[in-house]
Protein backbone atom coordinates (compact mmCIF):
# COMPACT_ATOMS: atom_id res chain seq x y z
CA UNK A 1 0.00 0.00 0.00
CA UNK A 2 1.51 3.37 -1.01
CA UNK A 3 1.92 5.91 1.36
CA UNK A 4 2.16 9.77 1.33
CA UNK A 5 6.23 10.57 2.04
CA UNK A 6 6.70 13.15 5.05
CA UNK A 7 8.23 16.34 5.11
CA UNK A 8 11.27 14.93 6.08
CA UNK A 9 11.32 12.29 3.32
CA UNK A 10 10.81 14.50 0.52
CA UNK A 11 13.37 16.91 1.70
CA UNK A 12 15.96 13.79 1.76
CA UNK A 13 14.54 12.39 -1.76
CA UNK A 14 15.32 15.78 -3.10
CA UNK A 15 19.03 16.04 -1.64
CA UNK A 16 19.83 12.34 -2.64
CA UNK A 17 18.76 13.49 -6.25
CA UNK A 18 20.05 16.93 -6.86
CA UNK A 19 22.89 16.80 -4.48
CA UNK A 20 24.26 13.60 -3.51
CA UNK A 21 24.08 11.96 -6.73
CA UNK A 22 26.12 15.05 -8.33
CA UNK A 23 28.14 14.63 -5.57
CA UNK A 24 28.24 10.81 -6.58
CA UNK A 25 29.26 11.46 -9.57
CA UNK A 26 31.80 14.17 -9.58
CA UNK A 27 33.80 11.89 -6.91
CA UNK A 28 33.40 8.17 -7.98
CA UNK A 29 32.70 7.37 -4.95
CA UNK A 30 36.03 8.62 -3.26
CA UNK A 31 34.58 10.59 -0.25
CA UNK A 32 37.81 9.95 1.44
CA UNK A 33 39.35 12.48 -0.75
CA UNK A 34 36.29 14.93 -0.58
CA UNK A 35 36.33 14.52 3.48
CA UNK A 36 39.87 15.02 3.71
CA UNK A 37 40.76 18.13 6.19
CA UNK A 38 37.25 17.25 8.15
CA UNK A 39 39.17 14.91 10.08
CA UNK A 40 36.68 11.69 9.42
CA UNK A 41 39.82 9.10 10.37
CA UNK A 42 41.47 11.36 13.29
CA UNK A 43 42.56 9.03 16.40
CA UNK A 44 44.64 11.06 19.00
CA UNK A 45 47.51 13.84 19.28
CA UNK A 46 50.42 13.66 20.68
CA UNK A 47 53.39 15.56 20.84
CA UNK A 48 56.12 15.38 17.88
CA UNK A 49 58.51 12.79 17.97
CA UNK A 50 61.90 12.83 16.02
CA UNK A 51 60.94 10.85 12.97
CA UNK A 52 57.58 11.79 12.65
CA UNK A 53 55.48 12.88 9.24
CA UNK A 54 55.88 16.80 9.53
CA UNK A 55 52.54 16.21 7.17
CA UNK A 56 50.76 15.02 10.18
CA UNK A 57 51.51 17.83 12.13
CA UNK A 58 48.18 20.41 14.09
CA UNK A 59 48.64 23.68 12.81
CA UNK A 60 46.08 25.14 15.57
CA UNK A 61 47.06 22.95 18.65
CA UNK A 62 50.34 23.33 17.98
CA UNK A 63 49.67 27.35 17.58
CA UNK A 64 47.99 26.99 21.13
CA UNK A 65 50.66 24.98 23.00
CA UNK A 66 53.81 26.49 21.40
CA UNK A 67 55.12 23.18 20.95
CA UNK A 68 54.57 20.97 17.85
CA UNK A 69 51.73 18.11 17.97
CA UNK A 70 50.83 15.60 15.70
CA UNK A 71 47.73 13.85 14.54
CA UNK A 72 47.41 10.14 14.72
CA UNK A 73 45.15 8.27 12.29
CA UNK A 74 42.69 5.15 12.11
CA UNK A 75 42.40 3.82 8.82
CA UNK A 76 38.63 3.19 9.30
CA UNK A 77 37.57 4.38 12.44
CA UNK A 78 33.83 5.81 12.50
CA UNK A 79 33.79 9.01 14.12
CA UNK A 80 30.61 11.37 15.70
CA UNK A 81 29.72 14.51 13.58
CA UNK A 82 27.56 17.26 16.00
CA UNK A 83 25.56 19.65 14.05
CA UNK A 84 25.61 23.01 15.99
CA UNK A 85 22.08 24.53 14.65
CA UNK A 86 21.25 28.12 15.43
CA UNK A 87 17.90 28.63 14.77
CA UNK A 88 16.60 31.97 16.18
CA UNK A 89 14.13 34.19 14.66
CA UNK A 90 16.88 35.54 12.26
CA UNK A 91 17.37 32.96 10.40
CA UNK A 92 13.92 33.38 9.07
CA UNK A 93 14.99 35.50 6.69
CA UNK A 94 15.22 35.02 3.14
CA UNK A 95 13.05 34.96 -0.18
CA UNK A 96 9.81 32.69 -0.76
CA UNK A 97 12.12 30.55 -2.74
CA UNK A 98 14.85 29.54 -0.07
CA UNK A 99 15.39 30.87 3.15
CA UNK A 100 18.21 30.55 5.76
CA UNK A 101 16.76 28.05 7.99
CA UNK A 102 15.80 26.20 4.35
CA UNK A 103 19.70 26.00 3.94
CA UNK A 104 20.36 25.29 6.99
CA UNK A 105 18.24 21.92 6.61
CA UNK A 106 19.72 21.17 3.55
CA UNK A 107 23.07 21.48 4.56
CA UNK A 108 23.13 19.67 7.87
CA UNK A 109 21.21 16.89 5.42
CA UNK A 110 23.71 16.52 2.94
CA UNK A 111 26.92 16.52 5.23
CA UNK A 112 24.77 13.98 7.61
CA UNK A 113 23.60 11.77 4.46
CA UNK A 114 27.30 11.73 3.74
CA UNK A 115 28.53 10.77 7.25
CA UNK A 116 25.81 7.89 7.60
CA UNK A 117 26.75 5.93 4.64
CA UNK A 118 30.01 5.72 5.89
CA UNK A 119 28.82 4.54 9.33
CA UNK A 120 29.24 7.33 11.34
CA UNK A 121 27.07 8.85 13.74
CA UNK A 122 25.76 12.23 13.61
CA UNK A 123 23.58 14.45 16.08
CA UNK A 124 22.94 17.67 16.88
CA UNK A 125 22.54 20.42 19.23
CA UNK A 126 18.93 22.69 18.03
CA UNK A 127 19.13 26.65 19.26
CA UNK A 128 16.44 29.39 18.90
CA UNK A 129 17.74 31.51 21.25
CA UNK A 130 16.67 30.48 24.68
CA UNK A 131 17.06 26.63 25.87
CA UNK A 132 19.00 24.25 23.29
CA UNK A 133 17.47 20.64 22.67
CA UNK A 134 19.46 18.00 22.13
CA UNK A 135 19.26 15.09 19.39
CA UNK A 136 21.51 11.84 20.39
CA UNK A 137 23.69 10.70 17.90
CA UNK A 138 22.45 7.97 15.38
CA UNK A 139 23.80 6.17 12.39
CA UNK A 140 21.92 5.73 8.89
CA UNK A 141 19.32 6.85 6.93
CA UNK A 142 16.25 7.05 9.61
CA UNK A 143 18.63 9.42 11.99
CA UNK A 144 19.31 11.70 9.06
CA UNK A 145 15.14 11.38 9.14
CA UNK A 146 15.22 12.23 12.50
CA UNK A 147 17.48 15.58 12.09
CA UNK A 148 15.61 16.65 9.18
CA UNK A 149 12.20 16.08 10.94
CA UNK A 150 13.38 18.32 14.52
CA UNK A 151 14.69 21.17 12.17
CA UNK A 152 11.63 21.50 10.43
CA UNK A 153 9.16 20.79 13.58
CA UNK A 154 11.45 23.29 15.92
CA UNK A 155 9.55 26.56 16.89
CA UNK A 156 11.31 29.75 16.91
CA UNK A 157 9.72 31.60 19.52
CA UNK A 158 11.18 34.07 21.11
CA UNK A 159 11.88 34.20 25.01
CA UNK A 160 14.73 36.16 24.86
CA UNK A 161 15.28 39.65 24.36
CA UNK A 162 18.43 38.90 22.04
CA UNK A 163 20.47 35.25 20.94
CA UNK A 164 23.58 34.45 22.97
CA UNK A 165 25.61 31.74 20.65
CA UNK A 166 27.49 30.87 24.43
CA UNK A 167 24.26 29.43 25.41
CA UNK A 168 24.54 27.06 22.67
CA UNK A 169 28.23 26.68 22.84
CA UNK A 170 28.14 25.87 26.44
CA UNK A 171 25.55 23.27 26.24
CA UNK A 172 27.90 21.46 23.18
CA UNK A 173 31.10 21.37 25.41
CA UNK A 174 29.17 20.04 28.37
CA UNK A 175 27.55 16.95 26.26
CA UNK A 176 30.18 16.33 23.99
CA UNK A 177 32.26 14.08 25.92
CA UNK A 178 34.77 12.55 22.61
CA UNK A 179 36.84 14.03 20.39
CA UNK A 180 34.15 15.02 17.25
CA UNK A 181 33.59 16.62 14.63
CA UNK A 182 31.62 19.73 15.14
CA UNK A 183 29.70 22.32 13.21
CA UNK A 184 28.66 25.12 13.83
CA UNK A 185 26.01 26.55 11.40
CA UNK A 186 24.51 30.03 12.54
CA UNK A 187 24.29 33.59 10.60
CA UNK A 188 25.70 34.46 13.69
CA UNK A 189 23.36 37.46 14.43
CA UNK A 190 24.68 36.65 18.77
CA UNK A 191 25.69 39.08 21.14
CA UNK A 192 29.21 39.53 22.48
CA UNK A 193 31.01 36.67 24.47
CA UNK A 194 30.67 32.97 22.69
CA UNK A 195 33.87 33.54 20.75
CA UNK A 196 35.55 32.45 24.31
CA UNK A 197 33.92 29.35 24.16
CA UNK A 198 34.23 29.02 20.97
CA UNK A 199 38.10 28.25 21.91
CA UNK A 200 37.56 25.66 24.60
CA UNK A 201 35.40 23.74 21.80
CA UNK A 202 38.62 23.85 19.84
CA UNK A 203 40.62 21.91 22.25
CA UNK A 204 39.12 18.35 21.87
CA UNK A 205 37.44 18.49 18.34
CA UNK A 206 37.47 19.82 15.01
CA UNK A 207 35.28 23.11 14.44
CA UNK A 208 34.16 24.40 11.28
CA UNK A 209 31.83 27.70 11.13
CA UNK A 210 29.27 27.71 8.71
CA UNK A 211 27.88 30.88 8.25
CA UNK A 212 24.31 31.17 6.36
CA UNK A 213 23.29 34.30 4.73
CA UNK A 214 20.90 36.15 2.29
CA UNK A 215 22.49 38.38 0.02
CA UNK A 216 19.68 41.07 0.74
CA UNK A 217 20.97 41.25 4.42
CA UNK A 218 23.51 42.93 3.32
CA UNK A 219 21.91 46.12 0.89
CA UNK A 220 19.23 47.78 2.21
CA UNK A 221 16.96 49.89 -0.68
CA UNK A 222 16.44 53.31 -1.10
CA UNK A 223 12.61 53.62 -0.28
CA UNK A 224 12.38 56.45 1.97
CA UNK A 225 11.12 56.41 5.41
CA UNK A 226 10.69 52.82 6.03
CA UNK A 227 9.77 51.27 9.45
CA UNK A 228 12.17 48.52 10.12
CA UNK A 229 11.50 45.51 12.60
CA UNK A 230 14.73 43.72 14.24
CA UNK A 231 14.05 39.78 13.54
CA UNK A 232 16.22 39.05 17.03
CA UNK A 233 14.55 41.74 19.34
CA UNK A 234 11.03 42.57 17.77
CA UNK A 235 12.13 45.62 18.26
CA UNK A 236 10.73 48.81 15.41
CA UNK A 237 12.26 51.68 14.29
CA UNK A 238 11.82 54.27 11.64
CA UNK A 239 14.29 55.36 8.93
CA UNK A 240 15.54 57.18 6.03
CA UNK A 241 16.64 54.27 3.92
CA UNK A 242 17.10 56.84 1.49
CA UNK A 243 19.76 58.96 3.24
CA UNK A 244 23.12 58.48 1.51
CA UNK A 245 24.61 58.53 5.57
CA UNK A 246 22.93 55.77 6.57
CA UNK A 247 23.66 53.72 3.32
CA UNK A 248 27.50 54.10 3.89
CA UNK A 249 26.94 52.77 7.55
CA UNK A 250 24.66 50.39 6.74
CA UNK A 251 27.33 48.97 4.08
CA UNK A 252 30.28 49.29 6.26
CA UNK A 253 28.46 48.27 9.93
CA UNK A 254 27.77 44.96 7.89
CA UNK A 255 31.55 44.54 5.87
CA UNK A 256 32.96 44.82 9.68
CA UNK A 257 30.62 42.23 11.19
CA UNK A 258 31.69 40.10 8.59
CA UNK A 259 35.68 41.09 8.95
CA UNK A 260 35.11 40.68 12.95
CA UNK A 261 33.98 37.40 12.19
CA UNK A 262 36.56 35.92 10.17
CA UNK A 263 38.93 37.17 12.29
CA UNK A 264 37.58 35.13 15.33
CA UNK A 265 37.47 31.78 13.26
CA UNK A 266 41.09 32.64 12.41
CA UNK A 267 42.19 33.19 15.60
CA UNK A 268 41.21 29.84 16.92
CA UNK A 269 42.86 28.39 13.76
CA UNK A 270 39.49 27.24 12.22
CA UNK A 271 38.24 27.73 8.57
CA UNK A 272 34.66 29.70 8.09
CA UNK A 273 32.49 28.34 5.16
CA UNK A 274 29.84 31.12 4.27
CA UNK A 275 26.89 30.15 2.04
CA UNK A 276 24.63 32.60 0.15
CA UNK A 277 20.76 31.52 -0.08
CA UNK A 278 21.68 31.64 -3.76
CA UNK A 279 24.53 29.53 -3.73
CA UNK A 280 24.86 26.25 -5.61
CA UNK A 281 25.55 23.55 -2.53
CA UNK A 282 27.51 21.27 -4.79
CA UNK A 283 30.17 23.77 -5.94
CA UNK A 284 30.13 25.35 -2.74
CA UNK A 285 31.20 21.83 -0.91
CA UNK A 286 33.58 21.20 -3.60
CA UNK A 287 35.30 24.60 -3.36
CA UNK A 288 35.87 24.68 -0.03
CA UNK A 289 36.81 20.75 0.46
CA UNK A 290 39.68 21.75 -2.40
CA UNK A 291 40.55 24.72 -0.44
CA UNK A 292 40.95 22.59 3.03
CA UNK A 293 43.55 20.14 1.01
CA UNK A 294 45.71 23.21 -0.80
CA UNK A 295 46.15 24.89 2.23
CA UNK A 296 46.68 21.49 4.30
CA UNK A 297 49.73 21.08 1.36
CA UNK A 298 50.69 24.82 1.55
CA UNK A 299 51.45 24.37 5.20
CA UNK A 300 53.28 21.27 4.69
CA UNK A 301 55.70 22.56 2.27
CA UNK A 302 56.19 25.34 4.50
CA UNK A 303 57.19 23.15 7.58
CA UNK A 304 59.63 21.00 5.28
Known sequence: MWKQ????EQVLDRIDWTVIRRLDGLLQGDYRTFFQGFGLDFADIREYQYGDDVRTLDWNVTARMVTPYVRRYHEDRDITAWFLLDLSPSVEFGSPERRKRDLLTEFTAVLSRLLTRRGNKVGCILYDGSVPVLRPPGAGRKQVLTLIQDIQEYSTERTVPETDLSIL???????IRRRSLIFLISDFYSVPGWERVLGQLTIRNEVTGIRIYDPDESRMPPLGLVWIEDAETGEQFLLDSSSRIFQNNFATLNEKRINDLERTFRSWGLDLLSISTEADLVRELLRFSSY????????ARRKT
Do not use: F
Not at 169 to 175: G, K, P, S, T
Not at 292 to 299: D, N, S, T, V, Y
Open 169 to 175: LEAAAMV
Open 5 to 8: PTRA
Open 292 to 299: RKLRAGHA
